[in-house]
């Protein structure tokens, strides 16, 4: 029953955005499967496509092309497949659901209709949804054509995330070649050699700093704009203190620590002497609406940083706005896990990312061997940390939405 309530949700929003053009279909995505069965009309086989993934708060379209103008065409949307003759063709979907659209267009000329809908949250994932339309046409063998049956699959943003970071893995070499950002590191000449083989490579990773006057490799920083770092209060780097980071060609930059604020929690953030170069990039955060994409974390794997500067993999498993906390633990997964260590005294305020789209997404930096203040639970006193600091920037929010309908 709740699976037909949320059809029907998505439905009505399909119906509602009915639109008749002459547009050319659009393009399927890999969740779309067509299943054949058309019916041929006047101009052929009508074709029925769809676009967009079918995902909580995304927006799906329905194109068909190539049907009678100046008819009337008859959608049928169903949980299941039933494959029944019916008009000279095959009735594909089981008719959970139908409702009528003119087809529009010139006579004569083949007429196109593009319907588009919001998806409501809530579909369980792995849910498919069948289409199909039928279009009154004197030129089928029963006064009807059909389109092409239609199918797609529900995902969830938590099957992107972890199949974006797993698919780096899965193709890594081993942990100990792969797991070091750096294949040399000296302190004592900041010179730093970026590991090509790392799992994480491909991944921009230039805003971390691999070294700080005040403890060398330990007291880790994050920037957060190009003259803004994070790290933990409670072991934070103090003011004048010089800090380093390193482009993608392994060119040291170095800035001089100025002002630090205590927003709250164990957040820190402190501000350069100046900007870092483009060379340099800075980590977006998790936007403030990321729950309407994300509701499941259960074991969301994550890359972290220790004070080696190594690319580890943690399971993220909570994002508590309330008491503005992440949680997260060691990967049961026998890949992940062979690229995970425990966290030890020194890796407090190295950061946590989930991989969004290649980014690097902010969510926490280390305060225990389990939990983090989350950031974009912050969001607000660290922006106002920020503006008091001076430097002209605010946190940067990852457009998901921008991101999952393109």
């Not at 590991?195 to 994050?222: F, H, K, Q, V, Y």
């Not at 074991?299 to 503005?324: C, F, G, W, Y």
């Not at 997260?328 to 946590?352: Q, V, Y």
């Amino acid at each position: 029953m709740q699976q037909l309530k949320i059809l029907r949700t998505l439905v009505w929003t399909l119906i509602c955005a009915v639109a008749v053009t002459q547009a050319v279909a659009a393009g399927g995505g890999e969740n779309w499967t067509d299943l054949g069965n058309g019916l041929a009309g006047t101009h052929g086989a009508p074709v029925l496509s769809g676009d967009g993934p079918l995902m909580a708060n995304t927006t799906v379209t329905l194109s068909l092309a190539d049907a009678r103008a100046e008819a009337t065409s008859f959608w049928a949307i169903g949980l299941a497949a039933i494959d029944l003759p019916f008009k000279g063709g095959v009735f594909v979907p089981a008719p959970d659901l139908l409702f009528v659209a003119p087809t529009g267009g010139s006579a004569g000329l083949p007429a196109s209709i593009d319907i588009q809908g919001g998806v409501p949250s809530g579909i369980p994932d792995g849910t498919q949804i069948y289409f199909q339309c039928w279009i009154a046409d004197t030129a089928g063998p029963a006064g009807f054509a059909a389109s092409n049956g239609l199918v797609v699959t529900a995902t969830q943003l938590y099957d992107e995330l972890s199949e974006e970071l797993d698919a780096l893995l899965a193709v890594a070499d081993p942990p100990a070649t792969s797991m070091p950002i750096y294949t040399s590191q000296d302190f004592g000449t900041q010179t730093y050699v970026r590991n090509p083989d790392c799992w994480a490579a491909d991944i921009d990773l230039t805003g971390l700093s691999p070294w700080n006057a005040l403890e060398a490799n330990r007291r880790a920083g994050t920037l957060v704009s190009p003259r803004h770092i994070v790290f933990a209060a409670h072991y934070q780097i103090t003011p004048g203190s010089q800090i380093v980071f390193v482009t993608a060609d392994n060119t040291t930059v170095t800035r001089t620590l100025g002002g630090v604020l205590l927003p709250g929690g164990d957040t820190a953030i402190g501000i350069l002497d100046s900007d870092v170069p483009p060379e340099i990039g800075f980590h977006k955060i998790m936007p403030r609406n990321w729950a309407d994409y994300l509701w499941e974390l259960s074991r969301l794997p994550m890359l972290h940083l220790d004070q080696e500067e190594k690319a580890l993999v943690r399971d993220l498993t909570s994002l508590n706005e309330s008491i503005k906390i992440s949680t997260h633990t060691t990967p049961i997964d026998p890949l992940r896990a062979s690229f995970a260590e425990t966290l030890i005294g020194g890796d407090s305020g190295n950061p946590a990312f989930l991989i969004m789209d290649g980014e690097a997404v902010l969510i926490l930096t280390h305060h225990t061997a389990g939990s983090g203040p989350f950031y974009t639970a912050w969001f607000d006193e660290m922006n106002a940390a920020m503006t008091s600091l001076g430097g002209g920037y605010q946190l940067t929010e990852f457009d998901i939405g921008a991101w999952v309908q393109p």
